[in-house]
């Protein structure tokens, strides 16, 4: 719940005075990847409650809010908020709320005060003008439908990757997290050479990086 009402508390920094309706366009893999989470975990929901396994949905909910949202996706959303090209940071700023709003949807039967609350303060941003969450419909697997964000999955797990074992270097090795130092790639393969290119950016900003060659 703590974790919940930081990563609402970086949303709504990060949306003040913005407001949107519908579902987003994402621009970048990073919001094409957490739509596609999106759209598992509430596949996954579902057929927990069918079977009456809330054991089980409380796990799914728990590892996709804690571990995919509040942490990966809201660090990957950072350098495009805070990038040069404004319609990434536009999207992203969609996207951040949209899935928040459906995740305290996904959540509210197991933690009904909280996610009433955020979401009070999220709803207004996306044109939502229902008086409580209980009265939201519940997420369906059929309202992901059409979206095939494979590539980006697989994209932004490589990335994933990537700034993990980069962070573990930087740490082993006692670099101060201020410090900028150039990252020197080996054996690289042609998937892997598109991939640094295309998250040149990401990588720099989430491990510090002065130069890649």
């Not at 930081?6 to 970048?28: H, W």
Request: proline fraction near 5%; aromatic fraction near 10%.
């Amino acid at each position: 719940c703590n974790k919940l009402w930081n990563a609402t508390r970086f949303v709504l920094m990060n949306t003040e005075g913005a407001s949107f309706t519908g579902a987003p366009q994402p621009k970048t893999d990073a919001e094409r990847w957490i739509l596609s989470r999106l759209a598992k975990v509430a596949t996954e929901a579902q057929t927990h409650f069918a079977a009456y396994r809330f054991d089980l949905l409380a796990q799914s909910l728990y590892e996709f809010a804690w571990n995919e949202f509040c942490d990966w996706f809201v660090e990957l959303a950072k350098p495009a908020l805070q990038g040069e090209d404004a319609d990434a940071a536009n999207s992203t700023r969609h996207t951040l709320l949209f899935v928040l709003e459906r995740l305290l949807s996904l959540l509210h039967p197991l933690i009904p005060f909280v996610t009433e609350e955020l979401w009070q303060q999220v709803a207004p941003k996306l044109g939502i003008d229902g008086k409580t969450i209980m009265l939201r419909p519940y997420p369906q697997p059929s309202d992901f439908a059409g979206q095939d964000y494979a590539a980006s999955e697989a994209d932004v797990e490589w990335l994933k990757a990537m700034v993990t074992v980069l962070r573990k270097i930087r740490s082993e090795l006692n670099v101060a997290p201020s410090k900028t130092v150039p990252l020197l790639l080996a054996d690289c393969g042609a998937s892997d050479r598109e991939r640094v290119a295309r998250f040149d950016s990401q990588l720099r900003f989430l491990t510090r990086l002065e130069s890649i060659a």
